[in-house]
């Protein structure tokens, strides 16, 4: 039996539609669905026979189930700080290694106790700041780059089956990626004031409904796991 689906467009019912017609339109995570034996509306997202649909699609909408395994993005973090470490550690060598030496000599070199390492950061202060902003766009350009791509996530995100997708649960283009990584710089600027303690900003997708950190609220974006 064909089983007939409304949609609601503008206010006004629209149908009746087969699956096939209802899908060709094409269908929207975000469509509300109506069944001829039911009278209550749904967004299509939350219908189970449209699951598959939206996979191949490469949607995946955010909701509580799919966003709760947000702890991953700690390992997530760690392999991608390995992996650019390893990166700019291999080219700094290869084309920054004069600057390397004379940076190590002002901060009194590997061996250099705390005391001695902070007083030198104070002297060479602006050298410092400069050297951290180098990395933080190095940093948001690695991961809007990746994030608009087909990996739609940095590889350690990717790595582990997470996702990153806009309040519709389509993939981000570069612009939306770029506001996205950029908008972390409200943990940078609270780090001048409290240090490390401003990664506790962080812990806001602890109790948030569906997970968001500062920076993905402020981007309206998502960190989803991804079906295998």
């Known amino acids: 039996m064909t089983t007939d689906y409304y949609v609601l467009e503008g206010g006004q019912k ?39 649909y939206f996979k191949n699609e490469g949607i995946y909408y955010p909701t509580k189930q799919n966003t709760a395994l947000y702890i991953l993005r700690l390992p997530a ?12 550690m291999i080219v700094a060598v290869l084309f920054f290694s004069n600057y ?28 410092v700041i400069i050297v951290q902003t180098i990395l933080f766009f190095i940093i948001v350009l690695y991961n809007a780059t990746c994030e608009a791509s087909r990996l739609r996530g940095s590889i350690g ?11 519709a649960g389509y993939s981000l283009t570069f612009g ?5 990584n950029l908008g972390k710089i409200v943990y940078e600027v609270a780090g001048f004031v409290v240090g ?6 962080y812990l806001r997708m602890i109790w948030g409904d569906l997970h968001q950190a500062v920076h993905d609220r402020f981007s309206g974006c998502y960190i989803v796991k991804k079906d295998r």
């Open 14 to 52: 629209l149908g009746p539609y087969t699956e096939e017609e209802l899908l060709a339109r094409p269908l929207e995570p975000t469509d509300m669905v109506l069944l001829p034996l039911e009278t209550e509306w749904k967004p299509a997202h939350s219908l189970p026979e449209f699951t598959t």
């Open 77 to 88: 973090y760690i392999i991608d700080c390995i992996l650019l470490g390893f990166v700019l």
């Open 100 to 127: 390397i030496i004379a940076f190590e000599q002002k901060f009194g070199g590997p061996n250099a106790d705390y005391k001695k390492m902070m007083e030198a950061m104070q002297q060479h202060q602006t050298e």
């Open 157 to 167: 995100k990717y790595v582990l089956g997470l996702t990153v997708v806009d309040d």
């Open 176 to 180: 939306q990626a770029f506001m996205r």
């Open 196 to 201: 490390p303690f401003s990664y506790m900003f």
